[in-house]
């Protein structure tokens, strides 16, 4: 998982990338998927429900070949923004 701080312009890269919202489930953003594709939603939303205190699970992005989700969450007292991707698992640090 790669870290970084809001402050970091690559923090707040991602953390504008994040706003956006496509949906909450793959059907609203593909006619059909892959068994693939929902393997890979399923695990990412178990690590949302995992975390008593992660909210906003979201679609950020999409194309044919993959998407990314993102939602809130906190460590310890600080709040957090996590971002899954096809290829990569992303923390941004929202307080620091």
Do not use: P
């Amino acid at each position: 998982m790669k870290e970084y701080k809001m402050s970091s312009s690559k923090g707040n890269e991602l953390y504008n990338k994040a706003r956006n919202n496509e949906g909450w489930n793959l059907s609203q953003i593909y006619g059909s998927y892959s068994a693939e594709k929902a393997r890979a939603f399923d695990r990412c939303e178990k690590m949302f429900l995992e975390s008593e205190n992660s909210y906003n699970f979201r679609i950020i992005s999409h194309n044919t070949f993959q998407f990314s989700v993102a939602w809130n969450d906190y460590i310890g007292d600080e709040e957090i923004l996590r971002i899954e991707t096809a290829n990569n698992s992303y923390l941004v640090w929202l307080d620091r």
